[in-house]
C-alpha cells in the first residue's frame, strides 16, 4: 500500500488579520478518495492540530465528506499527531499532497524546511500534488539543478480572476524615484490584501505554464508528469482521483 504525506499550512491569521488556515474541503474530498487505497499520515511546520479556517466550516456545512472528515476520529488523531516537517523522512512515502487555503501563501510559501522537503521530494521521484492555494508551498521547490519545478511544466491553482471575483485584489501604483511623477500612473501592479502575492502570477514568473476551467470555480485538474495540480475547492477530489491513478 502506497504511503501519501498530507502537509498542512499552520498559518492562521491573513496580512489582514482575518482567520485563516487550511480548507476543510480540500483535505477532505482528497483523502477520502485515497484513504482505503493508501496510508495517509498528517504534518505541519509546527506539528500539532493545524489550523482549520472556519469560513471553510461554514461554507461546507452541508457536503457529506467534510461533515464525515470533522467527526472522524481517526482523522482527529492524524491532525492531532501532526508530524513537524523535520520529522518527516522522504523515503516513508510516495508522494506529497498539499491541500490549499489562504495559509500555505503566508507560511510554506516561505519556509526553507518545507522547500526542501518538496524538493527532496521530487528529486527522489515521488509525486508531488497540490490543489487551490496549495501550489504556494512549492514556490521554492527546485529540481536536482536547482531550477523551479514549475520551469517548462503545465499548472493551475486559484487563479486571478477567481481572487477578483472574490474580491481579495487590490490594484497599486509603484513608484520610481528616478522616474517623473507624470510616468508614475503607467506603472500599475495587482496584489493580494491577504497574502504575498498571487499564485497565477508568482507561479508563471517561476516558467510555469497556467491552464484553469472554462468557468470560474469549475474543476479543473492539470497532471504534468509528476507534478499534480487542482484549480480550487471544486477541484478537490478530481485533484486525489489524479493521485490515485499515478499511484496505481
Not at 7 to 10: A, E, K, L, Q, R
Not at 127 to 133: G, I, N, Y
Given at each position: 500500500m502506497p504511503s501519501i504525506l498530507f502537509?498542512?499550512?499552520?498559518a492562521a491569521n491573513t496580512l489582514t488579520g482575518e482567520p485563516t488556515g487550511w480548507y476543510l474541503p480540500e483535505a477532505a474530498h482528497p483523502y477520502?478518495?485515497?484513504?482505503?487505497?493508501a496510508k495517509i499520515d498528517f504534518a505541519a511546520p509546527k506539528g500539532p492540530n493545524p489550523p482549520?479556517?472556519?469560513?471553510?466550516v461554514d461554507a461546507y456545512k452541508g457536503d457529506e465528506e467534510c461533515i464525515k472528515f470533522l467527526a472522524d476520529e481517526t482523522v482527529k488523531e492524524k491532525l492531532t499527531n501532526a508530524k513537524l516537517l523535520t520529522d518527516v523522512k522522504v523515503s516513508d512515502?510516495?508522494?506529497?499532497f498539499y491541500p490549499g487555503g489562504w495559509g500555505p501563501v503566508l507560511d510554506l510559501a516561505f519556509d526553507p524546511i518545507n522547500a526542501k522537503l518538496a524538493s527532496d521530494f521530487w528529486t527522489a521521484g515521488k509525486?508531488?500534488?497540490?490543489?487551490?492555494?496549495g501550489p504556494a508551498a512549492?514556490?521554492?521547490?527546485?529540481d536536482?539543478?536547482?531550477k523551479s519545478i514549475f520551469a517548462g511544466r503545465n499548472f493551475t491553482g486559484f487563479s486571478d480572476a477567481e481572487e477578483e471575483y472574490l474580491g481579495t485584489t487590490k490594484v497599486s501604483r509603484l513608484f520610481f524615484v528616478s522616474l517623473p511623477c507624470d510616468l508614475c500612473d503607467n506603472h500599475m501592479v495587482r496584489t493580494l490584501q491577504r497574502a504575498p502575492f498571487l499564485l497565477e502570477d508568482k507561479i508563471i514568473s517561476l516558467g510555469g505554464s497556467f491552464t484553469k476551467a472554462d468557468k470560474l470555480f469549475g474543476s479543473h485538474v492539470v497532471v504534468d508528469g509528476r507534478l499534480i495540480t487542482g484549480q480550487n475547492p471544486s477541484s478537490a477530489t478530481d485533484t486525489g482521483k489524479a493521485i490515485l491513478k499515478a499511484l496505481e
Open positions: 502537509v498542512f499550512t499552520s477520502y478518495v485515497l484513504a482505503p487505497h482549520l479556517d472556519q469560513a471553510s512515502y510516495d508522494a506529497i509525486l508531488v500534488a497540490s490543489v487551490c492555494h512549492l514556490v521554492d521547490a527546485v536536482a539543478d536547482g
